[in-house]
């Protein structure tokens, strides 16, 4: 199990056609990841592809992992 922590952020740029999920596949190398950046841009949460120059910001994140044999109430 991980915990993921968001520890500062940046600032990016997009390209015409990029998304949300090719953004976090590149971020982060795993496109499933890409509700993070939703979360922090929710101006931008119904597009679909981006027009070229739209700022966005990315959360830097930090995976702390949590061994499974750990009690519930101290994950």
């Known amino acids: 199990m991980h915990e993921v ?14 998304a949300f999920d090719s953004i976090a596949l590149q971020e ?3 496109e499933k ?3 993070y950046i939703i979360e922090e841009n929710p101006d931008y949460c119904d597009v679909l592809t981006f027009d070229a120059g ?7 994140l930090e995976t702390t992992n949590i061994p499974d ?3 519930p109430w101290r994950r």
Do not use: F, N, R
């Open 5 to 18: 922590t968001i520890v500062g952020y940046k600032s990016y740029v997009t390209s015409e056609g990029e």
């Open 28 to 30: 982060y190398d795993e």
């Open 33 to 35: 990841m890409a509700h």
């Open 54 to 60: 739209v700022v966005l910001q990315i959360p830097i």
């Open 69 to 71: 044999t750990l009690p």
